[in-house]
């Protein structure tokens, strides 16, 4: 079985808002809902400045902080790895939306219902990538078998010294270089 993951490399990000998009299409998400939030970071001193953009999601955690607080048990990780909701068992209590260090969560204002991505876990199903991933203009995202020490997300983790966003939160399964 395979464990996925994905790799964002934040030095080929352009914050073009494409990935967010496609997401919010692939999941029929309003626009003012999304489950990619971009944060800016500024560096350096005039006229030598650059920008990088940080692209942040569910970032599918191993022993997710908003599983083990979920009452309805409505938030589960599959075998292959990806943390998804129930929404048949989701009553909107938001606990799940305060226990996420990345924010990552929304809340449905129609239903109630807490939702986030979900590595478009039908697409992958399918055998194709997440919507994210196939829209990127600048290739930085790519995603595969974490487990598989041939893919290209787990040739990418080693070359690239891809790391988790926080790693003192545990392991995550979306590494960034930066």
Do not use: W
Request: proline share 6%.
């Amino acid at each position: 079985m395979a464990r996925y993951g994905m790799v964002i490399d934040t030095r080929k990000c352009v914050g073009c808002y494409a990935c967010r998009v496609s997401c919010q299409m692939q999941n029929e998400l309003p626009v003012e809902e999304s489950f990619i939030k971009f944060y800016e970071k500024e560096t350096g001193v005039f006229p030598n400045v650059k920008n990088e953009f940080i692209p942040v999601q569910c970032q599918h955690c191993d022993d997710a902080p908003c599983e083990s607080v979920c009452p309805t048990k409505a938030t589960y990780t599959t075998k292959d790895g990806i943390v998804l909701v129930e929404a048949d068992k989701c009553i909107g209590c938001k606990y799940c939306m305060v226990a996420c260090p990345y924010s990552a969560r929304t809340q449905d204002h129609a239903t109630g219902i807490v939702e986030k991505c979900r590595f478009c876990a039908d697409l992958v199903a399918e055998g194709k990538q997440p919507a994210c991933v196939t829209t990127c203009i600048s290739n930085a995202r790519i995603f595969g078998d974490l487990d598989d020490p041939n893919s290209e997300v787990s040739k990418a983790i080693v070359k690239l010294n891809a790391q988790p966003l926080r790693p003192d939160l545990g392991k995550s399964k979306i590494y960034y270089v930066r």
